[in-house]
């Protein structure tokens, strides 16, 4: 099956850190620059972050800025999302998707080569 697999979620203490991963099943990230967004119960779809892996090109949503960092690996197969610095509000469903990534914004054009994961669950509670 042709998807992308969000893991790393889990509970979170405010004030600690998480990381979570986004990795392609079957198929190849290739070049495609990759975001994260977030949805909590209620609110809005939020995009929160994407790379553009071809330039090291990556934008952070104001309300993550400073605090979470999109990173991939050497073998370009993985991208990471790490969560520092984390609040009550950080917590959501996190979804990674190729996406188009800009400096001010990510876009997810939902054409029939873009993914979309089953997202990850972060829950932030002491």
């Known amino acids: 099956q042709v998807q992308l697999v969000e893991s790393g979620g889990g509970l979170v203490q405010p004030g600690g850190s998480l990381r979570l991963s986004c990795k392609a099943s079957?198929?190849?990230?290739?070049?495609?620059?990759i975001g994260w967004f977030r949805q909590a119960p209620g609110k809005e779809r939020e995009g929160v972050a994407c790379?553009?892996?071809?330039?090291?090109?990556?934008y952070y949503a104001d309300s993550v800025k400073g605090r979470f960092l999109i990173s991939t690996n050497n073998a370009r197969d993985t991208v990471y999302l790490e969560m520092n610095t984390v609040t009550p509000e950080d917590a959501a469903t996190y979804y990674c998707?190729?996406?188009?990534?800009?400096?001010?914004?990510?876009?997810?054009?939902?054409?029939?080569?873009?993914?979309w994961g089953q997202g990850t669950q972060v829950t932030v509670s002491s």
């Open positions: 790379i553009r892996r071809t330039d090291g090109e990556r």
């Open positions: 998707a190729t996406v188009e990534c800009y400096r001010n914004r990510l876009h997810y054009r939902g054409g029939p080569l873009d993914y």
């Open positions: 079957g198929f190849t990230l290739g070049d495609s620059p």
